[in-house]
């Protein structure tokens, strides 16, 4: 599987996200991407109790672990690679998750502008 280049919404090197835990689509760390991750999990955030019941209600439960596949399952002040069109779902509902714009990959800015990603970037 051939990743995209690893360059984040400015144009420079791809920032790791988070290695405890361990995120991204290629659970490498970042928030790398290609062709075979059809869930865009590109956008680098910081969990809040009010994103992961969000999710949870959307069917997407991060917070229970599932031994199976080695997650722990995630709580409010992980970093998480999360898909891109459930970060712009939950903007829309008014629950998004601030955003390391260092570590979120640029694949982003084709469905967030970036102007958008500021909004709600972490200091």
């Known amino acids: 599987m051939k990743k995209f280049d690893s360059k984040n919404v400015f144009g420079q090197e ?3 996200c988070s290695l405890d835990p361990v995120t991204g689509f290629f659970r490498d760390g970042c928030c790398n991407t290609s062709h075979h991750d059809h869930g ?5 955030v910081e969990l809040t109790d009010e994103f992961l019941e969000f999710s949870k209600s959307k069917g997407n439960d991060l917070t229970t672990p599932n031994p199976k596949f080695n997650f722990k399952g995630l709580k409010s002040g992980d970093s998480w690679c999360l898909c891109a069109p459930r970060w712009v ?3 829309k509902a008014g629950v998004a998750p601030k955003v390391k714009l260092e570590s979120t990959h640029e694949e982003t800015l084709a469905i967030v502008p970036l102007h958008i990603l500021k909004e709600f970037a972490l200091s």
Not at 40 to 44: P, Y
């Open 14 to 16: 791809l920032i790791p």
């Open 89 to 91: 779902e939950a903007y």
């Open 40 to 44: 865009m999990h590109t956008v680098c």
